[in-house]
């Protein structure tokens, strides 16, 4: 049985053996980065849904503050901390002025 690829393989020289094995090892590291990177954002939209669901509960903003280390790597929670650490921040202000009633 002749495979003509194997055979074209055989008959070549030094540098294009060279080329192909290169090739082949960027192929397998560029699948390898793929597959990691597929993994990774698998990882980050379940902590988002888990954290949706914790987040749906929650009765008032400060509750952001006592969130679990595990949403650590979760973009929403990290949102949804500097989205509250804002808010503290406009309020103090608000409050410092003594310009504004209504905060």
């Known amino acids: ?4 690829v194997v055979a074209m393989i055989v ?14 090892l ?6 390898a980065i793929i597959f990691n990177r597929w993994g990774y954002l698998f990882k980050i939209s379940r902590l988002n849904r888990m954290f949706e669901g914790q987040f749906s509960s929650m009765k008032a903003m400060s ?6 280390k ?3 790597a979760c973009p929403m929670a ?10 503290k921040r406009i309020l103090g202000d608000a409050r410092a002025d ?4 209504d905060w």
């Open 63 to 68: 509750d952001l503050d006592g969130i679990d």
């Open 26 to 31: 960027l192929s397998i590291l560029t699948w």
């Open 78 to 87: 990290a949102l949804g901390k500097t989205a509250y650490q804002e808010y």
């Open 11 to 24: 008959r070549s020289g030094w540098v294009a053996r060279v080329i192909l094995l290169l090739l082949a």
């Open 1 to 4: 049985m002749d495979i003509p």
């Open 98 to 101: 003594s310009g504004v009633k």
């Open 70 to 72: 595990k949403y650590d």
